[in-house]
C-alpha cells in the first residue's frame, strides 16, 4: 500500500512565548505527585499552518512528559487553544477562570490532555456545543492539531494548565498554602500556569483578561464591502445607460 502524501504547509502565523514563565503570577508552585516539570507547561510558540486548505495548529512545549502513562506519549499538561474565526462570540475561556477582552471574543475551542482531544463551537447562548474531535499527533516537543477549519487569519488564545484525573474537567486548579496540588499566594486564581503573550503575563492574572494574538481577516465583512461596489457599479452603469437613451 501506497503511504498517503504529505501535503506541504503554508505558514498563516507564527507566535513565541517566553522560556520559564510557566509560574502563573509568579507564584505558582506545582506538586511532586505525580512529577510534573515546569517545562512541560512552558508554552515556546504557536504556529499556525494552512495544510491543503485546512488550518492545522502546532502549540511548541518546553518539554513532553507523560507522568499518567498516556497511549498519546504526552500527559500532566491541559492544552486550550480558542480561535477567533469571524466578529462577535464566546468571551468566558471557559474553565479557566480568564475572559476575553470587552468586546471580543472567540468561536472555536481545542482541548487536549492526552486522554482525549476534544472540540467545541461557541453558541449564541448557553454552553458551548460539543464538534468533531480533532486529529492530534505529538512532534517531538510539539502538538499538533489538525482541524476541519478552512485555513484563515484568525486570532487565538492558548494557555497550558496542569491536568489531574482527579478532577471532573481534569484541571489541577490553584489553591492557597497546600500541602499537595497546585500552590498559589491566593484562592481562586486562574488556571493556567502559562499563557501565550508576549511580555509579562502577570498583569494577566491580576486582571483575568487575556488578550488574543493574531488578527482575525473576517471575510464576512469583505464579502459585503464586495457586494456594496458591484451593486453601486451596477447603479452607475445603470444611470448612464438612460441617460443616453433620453439623449
Known sequence: ???AAVLPASLLLS????AGDATGDGSYLLS?????????????LLRAEDVGGKLQLAVSLGAV??????????????LDVFVKTQVGGARELTGLGLSTPSGDGWQEH??????????????????????????????GTDLVIATDLRAG?????????????????????PGGDTAVGLRSAREGSPVPLDVLLSGDQKAVYATAELSAVGTVRDERALHL???ALSALV???LAGIVAWRRRS
Open 32 to 44: 511532586t505527585r505525580p512529577g510534573v516539570s515546569a517545562a512541560t507547561l512552558d508554552l515556546r
Open 110 to 139: 481545542y482541548r487536549l490532555d492526552g486522554f482525549s482531544a476534544q472540540h467545541f463551537s461557541a453558541a449564541p447562548q448557553g454552553k458551548p456545543r460539543s464538534a468533531a474531535a480533532p486529529q492530534v499527533r505529538l512532534e
Open 1 to 3: 500500500m501506497l503511504a
Open 225 to 227: 464591502l464586495w457586494a
Open 15 to 18: 507566535v513565541p512565548d517566553p
Open 234 to 236: 451596477v447603479a452607475v
Open 153 to 173: 487569519q484568525y486570532s487565538y488564545w492558548v494557555t497550558a494548565s496542569a491536568y489531574t484525573p482527579l478532577s471532573p474537567d481534569g484541571y489541577l486548579r
Open 65 to 78: 512528559g507523560n507522568p499518567w502513562n498516556s497511549p498519546a506519549g504526552f500527559s500532566g499538561v491541559v
